[in-house]
Structure formats: structure tokens, C-alpha cells
């Protein structure tokens, strides 16, 4: 199989959702040389893409979009130890979690892999995380960062929820706040009050760091 073909056969088994196909493509695409990267960003994501794009127009239903994702959620386990694969020393704490409301986790979960391959220390929260809980884990654990995933249009509105929250329990301005997920913007990110938004998981490390070093500049010596 060529390089090719074998890009269009992880994208068509990840688009129906043929989980032990994908593994071993997965698998089988590392063998021949192929990066990380390139499995995620020019097969994996694209197909999830395709699913997302099959559900508006009625072709594919929740059951598909579960199996696709699931295939997906498959492949990530065999990409995480080499999208993480890091020497460098930690650089700083970053608390996540998917909003209440919202079950979706692939994308936060790659998010945190990448942070965790940039040498953050990542505190999951999972999905459906309520604003008290968010609190509750900075309280905790006093992270630079927490990072708010919303996927859904409706689960929006949760991150002024939960910025709410933090203003309430007098954590806002102890904790860079970053959000993130398909249907956010940076216009919605300022409109609510963020710190800091990315499109994709390498642009969220980017930021968060840029973010860091801003904060660090400002503290007092
Ligand atoms: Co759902 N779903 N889903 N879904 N689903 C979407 C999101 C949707 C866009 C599909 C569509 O209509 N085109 C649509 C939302 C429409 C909208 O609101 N605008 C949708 C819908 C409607 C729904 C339900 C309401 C369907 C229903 O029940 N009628 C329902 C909601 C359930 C709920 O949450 N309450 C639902 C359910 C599901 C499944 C459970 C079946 C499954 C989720 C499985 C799982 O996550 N464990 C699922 C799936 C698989 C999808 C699609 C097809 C794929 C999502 C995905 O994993 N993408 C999705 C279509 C799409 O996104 N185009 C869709 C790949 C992933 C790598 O990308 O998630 O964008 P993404 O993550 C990126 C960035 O967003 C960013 O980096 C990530 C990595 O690069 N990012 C951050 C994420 N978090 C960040 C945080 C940051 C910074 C960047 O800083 C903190």
C-alpha cells in the first residue's frame, strides 16, 4: 500500500467507524515511517470532520458519529505516548475540562496530549465538568491555566458560567483562563472574557505558553 492509499483507507475506516481497522492502520502507518501528525491531521481529523458534515445533512445519525469517534478515540491511545513523548521539564499547570452539558472529549483529550508533550502538567476534570468543580480543582491544585472545552453551540455559554464562578470565589485574576472547541471564536472568547482561545491543540500550546510568559513578566520579582 502506498502512502497514499493507506491515508485514504485510515480516513474511510475512520469515517465508518471500523475501529479494529483503524488501530491497525494506525499501527501499521507508524511502521511504514508515517508521523503522528500526519495520521491525525490528514486522516483522522478530516474523517471526523466528514462525520461532523454527514450529521447536518441528515446522512449520518448519533450512532455514527459515536463509532466514528470511538474509532478515533482508538487511534489516539496508540498516538498519545509519541504526540507526548517529551524530555523538557515542566513549565507549568494547566487544569481542563469539557463543560457541563457537553459529552465531547476527543478534542480536549488531543489538547491535553499536546500539553503534556510541551512539558505542562495536565489535571483532567473529564467531561461535563460544572463550574463548582472547575473551582474546586484550582483551589486544589493552583494551576496557570484553566482550559475550558465547549463543543456544542448550547455549551457555550458555560464558560461565562463558570468565568462567573472563578470572579465569585476570587480565583479570576489568580488563573489564566483559555477556551477552546469547534464551534468557538475569538470573538466569543473576548466576548466572555478569556484570556486566550486556539483553534487546534498545537495553537492552544502556543498560546498557553505565550500567556504564561506574559504573566510571569508581570509578576513581581
Ligand atoms: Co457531536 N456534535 N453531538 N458527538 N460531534 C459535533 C460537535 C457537531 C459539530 C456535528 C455537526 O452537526 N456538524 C454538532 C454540534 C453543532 C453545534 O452545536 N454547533 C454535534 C451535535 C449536534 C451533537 C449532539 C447534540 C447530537 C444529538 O444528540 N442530537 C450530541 C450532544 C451530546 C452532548 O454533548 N450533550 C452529540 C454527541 C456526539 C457523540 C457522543 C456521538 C460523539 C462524541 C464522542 C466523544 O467526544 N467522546 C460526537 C462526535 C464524534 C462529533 C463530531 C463528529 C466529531 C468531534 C471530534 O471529536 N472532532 C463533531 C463534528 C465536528 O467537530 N466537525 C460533532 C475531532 C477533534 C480532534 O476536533 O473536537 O474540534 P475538535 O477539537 C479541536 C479544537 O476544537 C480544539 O483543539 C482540538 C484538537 O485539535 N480545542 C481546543 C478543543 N478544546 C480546546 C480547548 C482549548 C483550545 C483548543 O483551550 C482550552
Known amino acids: 500500500m502506498t502512502t497514499d492509499e493507506l491515508l485514504r483507507e485510515l480516513y474511510d475506516r475512520t469515517l465508518v467507524g471500523n475501529g479494529p481497522a483503524v488501530l491497525e492502520l494506525t499501527r501499521q502507518g507508524l511502521e511504514t515511517g508515517l508521523g503522528p501528525e500526519t495520521l ?90 460544572a463550574p463548582e468543580i472547575f473551582v474546586a480543582a484550582i483551589e486544589d491544585h493552583q494551576p496557570d491555566i484553566v482550559g475550558f472545552s465547549a463543543f456544542l453551540t448550547t455549551t457555550m455559554p458555560m464558560f461565562k458560567a463558570n468565568i462567573n464562578a472563578l470572579v465569585k470565589a476570587g480565583l479570576r485574576d489568580k488563573v489564566i483562563v483559555m477556551v477552546g472547541g469547534a464551534p468557538v471564536t475569538q470573538e466569543y472568547a473576548d466576548v466572555v472574557g478569556a484570556d486566550g482561545y486556539a483553534a487546534d491543540a498545537s495553537a492552544a500550546v502556543v498560546r498557553a505558553k505565550e500567556l504564561l510568559r506574559g504573566r510571569r513578566a508581570m509578576a513581581p520579582a
Open 40 to 129: 491525525l491531521y490528514e486522516a483522522l481529523i478530516p474523517a471526523l470532520e466528514e462525520v461532523g458534515a454527514r450529521f447536518e445533512r441528515g446522512d449520518f445519525f448519533v450512532p455514527e458519529m459515536l463509532i466514528a469517534g470511538k474509532a478515533m478515540a482508538g487511534a489516539l491511545e496508540i498516538l498519545r505516548p509519541l504526540l507526548a513523548e517529551t524530555g523538557v521539564q515542566t513549565i507549568g499547570k494547566i487544569v481542563m475540562g469539557t463543560v457541563k452539558g457537553d459529552v465531547h472529549d476527543i478534542g480536549k483529550n488531543l489538547v491535553n496530549i499536546m500539553f503534556e508533550g510541551a512539558g505542562f502538567e495536565v489535571i483532567d476534570l473529564g467531561v461535563q465538568v
